[in-house]
DNA sequence: TATGAATGAGTCTTCATTCAT
DNA sequence: CATGAATGAAGACTCATTCAT
């Protein structure tokens, strides 16, 4: 599959590295599994065939199939909340920093599509409490970032309609829309991304808020 | 060895009428359970059992689960397309008819959440072939219907920002976006339904179509 | 391995009869690999290969494992509880009804040794709480019918040493001692059963009850 | 290849010894394991956990897992040999003698319970051959030690029934059957140990040997 | 002497599906 | 039309054991 046969093969078994590298060698393959075949079809043996270990060995670094694939899902957030964190402190008026952080999102979420589904679109009936509850954690920390600029907003007087809580809830529901229906459509003869996301954001925001 | 067919057929079990019946009697149990456990929690076994039927029952009505799940999600979204097909005859402006056909999509997709999902947020890469196409199929025949109305806007030189088949994509994404986070994520502490999807509606609709 | 082949072949799956027979042939086989291995050596697999039928075909006739075992104690419980009980009504003394149960109890045993050592010889701390509770009621149940007919005895004054509950459980535990060492260790030079049996309850009862 | 001989030996986990103490050392942690958790749950990793060294580590001084609980059973055995070597050599008459032999053996079950039920509860046809053979050789050299105090009352005339080796297996069967019911079922309501314990072999040596 | 990493065989159980009647 | 009985493939997970260092 890779360039396995140049190396010196040192023993049958894998000796690829000193334990951290496998434990994120699974995960990449985790991922990838994940992204294909979805939640349930991700299946301890297809990660391990797909890294090329045996099933146990996945429990030397993981307690079970949950803990693996929430793993995924935190790495991949902790990216996009550091993103915002970043966007945060910019010196930009609160419109700007939304409209930039709106941006950020989308921009992730195509880029981190299996994870970004694993957290977003995971039906919350399926699943172990703990899992729901972490990926239920991780969804709303992640939400909650948008609230406050939004707030400042509402405090210049300028949301059109509805309150605060209301006008973010739909931002960020809209942006979720189009990710999430370009990652699980990809057939759909979809317009640039670019021109898209910044067509339904300046619409939104145009549309809510007032100059 | 089995008198069996001496015996007047009076089925201890159900005698309710002749397989047309038995077909949609299978089809509203496995939407229950369908709706209660989504899509893998839906055995064949529950949905026999909440018919009170035997598994094997349920093969002389389908080929297979999926086929059931499938017509769960055919006959749910006919009713969608049906509801835009009266929306579009009526003697309205085009945009009034495009917020009214937002507003019935969203209305649908609460209603339905469990169909809305299979349709609309499974993966096209998980599944059977058939389930992809079928459901591939659904979803992009109901986006379809947005389309014309769209292009009937855009050909009265109104939209403000992008082309017609943007406009449209983004209109139809907000509103999914809306509907599957709230389906995804009730625990969120959501705006009243009927308000929010006023707000994104009609802050879309103002943003990014002129008068 | 059996006369398989000389009977008309019918189907490649088993059709031996209508379930009731197929549950009593599982519990058959059961009882023999148990015997045979133990509790954790008998697992369904090799359960249900002795049986020459699919492990899945178990869970048809029986919730999981344990619900196997526990039948299997039950039946044998209920014979030696049933004999007691006919020991019990007939007219004679209590110190010939005792020596009767005694014997009884050691003929049982012997003639029944898996279900006797699953009930009495199985660790308490193994297992499942139901299965605890189960054999424990079971062991419990076949002890207390000694318990009336020793304090007949007591009450007629005749007791050597010891109070009534002192004795009783003297008298099961010897008996349960020698049926369990004969069970457990087979390559003893054993005394003839009836004659071993006979000293040990003769020896008991002449030292702990007087004339 | 490995020039571990020349570092300095300083273990960074532990410096305890040399190879027999870190033995004793596994043999204590097993026997606690063990007697928690019975043979089955008394697993590799549990017992190298509370040593607390590597799973492998074990394999450095036992051969495999049975040789760690047979070595257990092993020493436990000859302690009890060795109280009926003592005994054996006090200079009482034989019938007192054996008094002391049973309620010695008592004693040590009661108080380990758990090597004692390995040596003589265990079913002698599961387990591996080297198992089978270790215990029952266990079983059959503490039970011969009774076996010459036995035929010693016997010469003198005593028994008042049966010969000797059935007096002798009587005997040693009755104790048996008290240990093993108190360990495995240590719910019921037991009389006190030391009465209970008085009261049987008293009553059997009584109601068997003839003054 | 000890380890970290890995394995293969095995555990119970559940599922969609099919056969013979 | 419907069933009872059965199956094979797969699920997650655990165990004793063994490499190479």
Known sequence: MNDILNRPVKSARKAKGDGHLRRAEILRAA?????????????????????????TCLYMHFRDKDEILLEICRAAMEQLLEMHNVISQRPLGPVERVRMMLTAYVEFALGNPNAYRLVFCASPLAGSDQKQQVTHDLGVQCFERFSGVVREIAAEGRL????????????????????????TKPSVDWAEPEEITRVLIDGLLFGLIAD
Chains 1, 2, 3, 4 share one sequence.
Not at 163 to 180: F, N
């Open 160 to 183: 059109r309609h509805g309150d605060p809580r209301t006008v973010h809830q739909a931002l960020w529901a809209a942006c979720h829309g189009l990710v999430s229906l370009m990652i």
């Open 31 to 55: 991922e990838r599994i994940f992204v294909a075949d979805g939640y349930e079809g991700a299946t301890i043996r297809k990660i391990a065939d797909e890294v090329g270990v045996s099933s």
